[in-house]
């Protein structure tokens, strides 16, 4: 079985059986060969985890050689939120091969995403009714709050982070989130970085390791 998205994928680096997934989600320009660096990173920990970086399903419209979500220029937040549904859809498929193709249930799945990446993460993540275990969200924010919490159907456990000089996502975006968790009653953890800006630090790279390898190993 291929994977509807091109993907790279990173096996386990153990001989023990395959326990659980990392699916992670490049931001908006990237591809699955930016965010496989963490992936890459994080493999030496989590011995039994397979970890899947695939490219976004569309062309990136200004920067052709990468790719997007969905599309961010010249829309209106309408526009954005419909867009970002049909993405959604082809992530939600993605979940569901990897689940198909490795043997595991939701509760083995974490989902994470950078930039545009952690925006669909958490969209996608929230509405879906079988609950992932978790989500870890880099310099994202919410889509759309409205929407958002009027199809929540699961509670996975959440962690954001952000730089406090980030210019792309500007920081107010995770304050924004942290309030939404909270008012719905999530387990959420957040973190901002002092003097960081649109990137993952390697001090973020350090806590979402934690933060997966607490849920996922338990």
């Known amino acids: ?5 091109k993907t790279i994928i990173l096996q386990t680096t153990s001989k023990e059986k395959l326990e659980s997934a990392v699916i992670l989600c490049h931001g908006y320009g990237g591809d699955g060969k930016d965010i496989s660096l963490l ?3 994080w493999r030496n920990y989590l011995p039994k985890t397979i970890f899947l970086c695939p490219d976004a399903p569309e062309i990136c ?18 526009q954005i939120l419909a867009k970002s549904l049909v993405a959604e859809m082809k992530l939600n498929k993605f979940i569901d091969e990897v689940k198909e193709k490795n043997n595991l ?12 990446g952690c925006m669909i993460s958490l969209q996608t993540g929230i509405k879906r009714k079988d ?8 310099a994202g924010k919410i889509i759309d ?32 989130a942290k309030e939404f968790f909270n008012k719905n009653n999530y387990p ?17 790279s350090s806590l979402g390791l934690n933060f997966i390898k ?3 190993y338990k």
């Open 105 to 116: 249930n939701s509760n083995q799945i974490a989902l994470v995403g950078f930039s545009q």
């Open 214 to 216: 607490k849920n996922l």
């Open 1 to 5: 079985m291929n994977y509807s998205l």
């Open 61 to 78: 419209k200004v920067n052709p050689s990468g790719f997007q979500w969905f599309d961010l220029m010249d829309q209106t937040s309408d």
């Open 131 to 138: 609950q992932l275990k978790c989500i870890v969200g880099y």
């Open 188 to 204: 959420v953890e957040t973190k901002i970085f002092e003097n960081c800006e649109h990137r993952i630090p390697s001090e973020g």
């Open 39 to 41: 992936a890459n990173y």
């Open 145 to 176: 709050i409205n929407h958002l919490e009027k199809n929540i159907n699961s509670k996975p456990n959440i962690m954001l982070m952000h730089g406090n000089k980030d210019q792309v996502v500007p920081v107010n975006f995770l304050l924004e």
